[in-house]
């Protein structure tokens, strides 16, 4: 039979208390349905070479996770991985800081990843390997001798190559890409950007009329996989999430006025400063709702992004006392913000409560709070999604309040329409948005993505064994 191998940056053990991002929760969810292995670091750093990977076996999926040099780490993640591509990638070039030490740190932890992964795999392998941290992974695993199928997903946007042009390596990490069999993107837009640096640099022939590419005697299927997510889980945490303590205390807490709520990592690309200034000209311009309103926003700092992150957790902190200085009164807070993690089920309770979903990002792969947020509501009386149309997630989801996340009047609007909808179009808008995320929903994205990376699976590739290289 074959097994699924998915190879990622971070592997979160489940019950650990810290909150998995989106690619964790996809992930998990693949492989809670087909079994297999995760292979990736494990959360700790250690100061000499890294050892064997430790091996948990929980619920039918084997972790297996490795550790990493502390100084290594810090620039292969924070470097290069958080500081060079994640704002590259989301089109905030001003935001990369580039250095060879960190692309060389990034290089060798890739190197490392394939050397640890290599004795666990098996014969009949499908491995998937996700996100941009680990982009060379897949020819550093060809290097060692493994020819099993190999998938890559990027769960960020890809750039077009006018944006990828910046980046001094930007032609090394396109071959890395095509090293795979099979490249997964969010949406038919990162889709054209990749096509457009393939045909920048194999020429425009190597992007056949069918979409595949073929360089040299290869042929890779790019292709587009929106992620979903697992909408009956997620109907069912939120519905018996409201019930609990927690989310009773909340909603007991708001005396009745309406919620607006957001959840999102604390990171630039999800628009929160924007988003909060978008909320106090709400306030101002729309003062029959002073009063009448809270905004929840909850955004969870992960322990590595302390750093990085202390500037725009500064400017949140003001922004938010700036609008509850000027409009608390001595019964009310207009914004509570959180910085903490709550549970999966508990975020879904809140999602549950609020009248309205605040999914704002200057730029998002896909956005799964989007999509939790409308599977989370009660179809009866539905909450309102507004929701940034530079997400991958307004593609699917555009029976939303679609918006321009920089317009902050725009969605100071949009908050007010969103409040003022007839219950009759929040269950239309709201029954069309279900259809979409039932058809694509988190099963749908592994099938189609492990139907394509087995059928990429040609005669020769089976002959070695990969075991016995070394
Ligand atoms: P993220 O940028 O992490 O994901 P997102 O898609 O919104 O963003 O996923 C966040 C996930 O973490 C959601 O499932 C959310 O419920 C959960 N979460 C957030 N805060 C939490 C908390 N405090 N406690 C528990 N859970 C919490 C990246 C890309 C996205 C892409 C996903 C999946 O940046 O664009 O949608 O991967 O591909």
């Given at each position: 039979?074959?097994?699924?191998?998915?190879?990622?940056?971070?592997?979160?053990?489940?019950?650990k208390?810290?909150?998995?991002?989106?690619?964790?929760?996809?992930?998990?969810?693949?492989?809670?349905?087909?079994?297999?292995?995760?292979?990736?670091?494990?959360?700790?750093?250690?100061?000499?070479?890294?050892?064997d990977?430790?091996?948990?076996?929980?619920?039918?999926?084997?972790?297996?996770?490795?550790?990493?040099?502390?100084?290594?780490?810090?620039?292969?993640?924070?470097g290069?991985?958080?500081?060079?591509?994640?704002?590259?990638?989301?089109?905030?070039?001003?935001?990369?800081?580039?250095?060879?030490?960190?692309?060389?740190?990034?290089?060798?932890?890739?190197?490392?990843?394939?050397?640890?992964?290599?004795?666990?795999?098996?014969?009949?392998?499908?491995?998937?390997?996700?996100?941009?941290?680990?982009?060379?992974?897949?020819?550093?695993?060809?290097?060692?001798?493994?020819?099993?199928?190999?998938?890559?997903?990027?769960?960020?946007?890809?750039?077009?190559?006018?944006?990828?042009?910046?980046?001094?390596?930007?032609?090394?990490?396109?071959?890395?890409?095509?090293?795979?069999?099979?490249?997964?993107?969010?949406?038919?837009?990162?889709?054209?950007?990749?096509?457009?640096?393939?045909?920048?640099?194999?020429?425009?022939?190597?992007?056949?009329?069918?979409?595949?590419?073929?360089?040299?005697?290869?042929?890779?299927?790019?292709?587009?996989f929106?992620?979903?997510?697992?909408?009956?889980?997620?109907?069912?945490?939120?519905?018996?999430?409201?019930?609990?303590?927690?989310?009773?205390?909340?909603?007991?807490?708001?005396?009745?006025?309406?919620?607006?709520?957001?959840?999102?990592?604390l990171?630039?690309?999800?628009?929160?400063?924007?988003?909060?200034?978008?909320?106090?000209?709400?306030?101002?311009?729309?003062?029959?709702?002073?009063?009448?309103?809270?905004?929840?926003?909850i955004?969870?700092?992960?322990?590595?992004?302390?750093?990085?992150?202390?500037?725009?957790?500064?400017?949140?902190?003001?922004?938010?006392?700036?609008?509850?200085?000027?409009?608390?009164?001595?019964?009310?807070?207009?914004?509570?913000?959180?910085?903490?993690?709550?549970?999966?089920a508990?975020?879904?309770g809140?999602?549950?409560?609020?009248?309205?979903?605040?999914?704002?990002?200057?730029?998002?792969?896909?956005?799964?709070?989007?999509?939790?947020?409308?599977?989370?509501?009660?179809?009866?009386?539905?909450?309102?999604?507004?929701?940034?149309?530079?997400?991958?997630?307004?593609?699917?989801?555009?029976?939303?309040?679609?918006?321009?996340?920089?317009?902050?009047?725009?969605?100071?609007?949009?908050?007010?329409?969103?409040?003022?909808?007839?219950?009759?179009?929040?269950?239309?808008?709201?029954?069309?948005?279900?259809?979409?995320?039932r058809?694509?929903?988190?099963?749908?994205?592994?099938?189609?993505?492990?139907?394509?990376?087995?059928?990429?699976?040609?005669?020769?590739?089976?002959?070695?064994?990969?075991?016995?290289?070394?």
């Open positions: 039979m074959t097994r699924l191998v998915c190879v990622s940056n971070r592997i979160s053990l489940p019950r208390s810290a909150a998995p991002g989106g690619l964790a929760v996809g992930i998990l969810s693949a492989l809670k349905r087909t079994g297999g292995l995760w292979f990736g670091w494990g959360g700790e750093t250690s100061e000499g070479e890294p050892g990977p430790d091996l948990h076996i929980r619920d039918g999926v084997t972790y297996a996770t490795i550790e990493l040099r502390k100084a290594e780490f810090e620039l292969y993640y924070n290069y991985s958080n500081d060079v591509l994640w704002p590259l990638f989301h089109y905030f070039s001003k935001g990369m800081r580039y250095s060879n030490e960190q692309r060389e740190a990034y290089e060798n932890v890739n190197r490392i990843f394939a050397q640890k992964l290599l004795p666990l795999l098996q014969p009949r392998d499908l491995i998937w390997v996700h996100d941009y941290h680990l982009i060379p992974l897949g020819r550093r695993l060809r290097e060692l001798g493994v020819q099993r199928p190999m998938g890559f997903f990027l769960h960020i946007p890809f750039p077009n190559i006018e944006m990828l042009r910046v980046l001094p390596c930007y032609a090394e990490l396109l071959r890395d890409l095509t090293s795979y069999d099979v490249v997964g993107f969010q949406t038919q837009n990162d889709l054209r950007s990749f096509h457009s640096g393939i045909e920048h640099l194999f020429g425009a022939e190597a992007v056949r009329p069918d979409g595949r590419i073929r360089i040299g005697d290869r042929v890779i299927r790019a292709e587009v929106p992620i979903g997510i697992d909408v009956a889980a997620v109907e069912n945490e939120a519905l018996e999430a409201s019930t609990t303590d927690v989310v009773r205390r909340m909603t007991d807490s708001l005396m009745g006025r309406s919620l607006m709520m957001g959840v999102d990592r990171d630039y690309s999800k628009g929160l400063v924007e988003r909060f200034s978008a909320y106090q000209q709400f306030l101002e311009t729309h003062p029959e709702n002073l009063g009448r309103i809270t905004y929840i926003q955004a969870p700092l992960s322990r590595t992004d302390v750093r990085a992150y202390a500037e725009i957790r500064q400017a949140l902190e003001q922004a938010a006392g700036r609008t509850n200085g000027r409009f608390a009164d001595t019964d009310w807070t207009p914004i509570r913000y959180l910085n903490r993690n709550f549970p999966h508990t975020l879904m809140f999602l549950r409560a609020a009248k309205v979903g605040l999914v704002t990002p200057l730029r998002d792969g896909m956005n799964l709070v989007a999509k939790e947020f409308v599977a989370a509501q009660d179809p009866a009386d539905p909450g309102v999604l507004i929701l940034s149309n530079l997400a991958g997630a307004a593609r699917e989801l555009a029976s939303s309040l679609l918006v321009n996340p920089y317009d902050v009047r725009g969605v100071s609007h949009a908050m007010q329409a969103a409040l003022s909808m007839p219950l009759s179009e929040r269950r239309e808008r709201h029954a069309d948005m279900m259809k979409v995320l058809r694509n929903d988190i099963a749908a994205w592994t099938r189609r993505f492990m139907e394509a990376l087995e059928q990429t699976q040609a005669p020769e590739s089976r002959v070695r064994a990969i075991g016995s290289i070394k």
